[in-house]
């Protein structure tokens, strides 16, 4: 019994690679003939991440949201993440519009959005994309120069610059 139980564990694990190779072939043959896979070989940096069907990237850089933001206030930024985040802490002067409710607050806030020369969305962490989204959305809709700062509300904090809190 215990000979047998042997040479069955050592066939099992004989059959591992081939079965993880077939795996491979057939996941990887199933990705290339759908037309929405996923690209093996890409361009996974910010500028690429950030950008709009065309390949324009969206980013604005801390030092020119700044400049717009001093400036004249032809400059909106625009907080993606959820209400509740955005009452804790949100960059001064920034309208809420959370991208999971974008499409219903989006009638309330166009007055404030088409007065603007530069709408600048925002979110926090590097990682985030609810600013990308939103900015996307929002170009969509026929708002032109609409940026993303990444990592906003961080990059804008460690910079010393006015924050909020509340509604």
């Given at each position: 019994?215990?000979?047998?139980?042997?040479?069955?564990?050592?066939?099992?694990?004989?059959?591992?690679?081939?079965?993880?190779?077939?795996?491979?072939?057939?996941?990887?043959?199933v990705?290339?003939?759908?037309s929405?896979?996923?690209?093996?070989?890409?361009?996974?940096?910010?500028?690429?991440?950030?950008?709009?069907?065309?390949?324009e990237?969206l980013?604005?850089?801390?030092?020119?949201?700044?400049?717009?933001?001093?400036?004249?206030?032809?400059?909106?930024?625009?907080?993606?993440?959820?209400?509740?985040?955005?009452?804790?802490?949100?960059?001064?002067?920034?309208?809420?519009?959370?991208?999971?409710?974008?499409?219903?607050?989006?009638?309330?806030?166009?007055?404030?959005?088409?007065?603007?020369?530069?709408?600048?969305?925002?979110?926090?962490?590097?990682?985030?994309?609810?600013?990308?989204?939103?900015?996307?959305?929002?170009?969509?809709?026929?708002?032109?120069?609409?940026?993303?700062?990444?990592?906003?509300?961080?990059?804008?904090?460690?910079?010393?610059?006015?924050?909020?809190?509340?509604?």
């Amino acid at each position: 019994m215990n000979r047998l139980f042997s040479i069955s564990v050592q066939q099992s694990l004989r059959q591992i690679p081939a079965l993880i190779a077939l795996a491979v072939i057939i996941a990887l043959g199933v990705n290339h003939w759908r037309s929405d896979g996923i690209p093996l070989v890409g361009d996974w940096s910010m500028e690429a991440r950030f950008s709009d069907a065309a390949g324009e990237s969206l980013i604005i850089e801390l030092a020119q949201a700044r400049r717009l933001f001093e400036e004249d206030g032809g400059v909106l930024f625009v907080d993606a993440r959820p209400q509740s985040e955005y009452a804790q802490e949100h960059i001064s002067g920034a309208l809420s519009l959370p991208w999971q409710d974008a499409d219903r607050y989006l009638a309330e806030t166009a007055g404030r959005l088409e007065s603007r020369k530069t709408i600048v969305a925002y979110c926090d962490g590097e990682d985030c994309d609810l600013s990308h989204e939103l900015a996307l959305f929002l170009k969509d809709m026929g708002f032109e120069n609409v940026r993303v700062l990444v990592n906003g509300l961080t990059v804008w904090r460690e910079a010393g610059l006015p924050i909020e809190t509340g509604n």
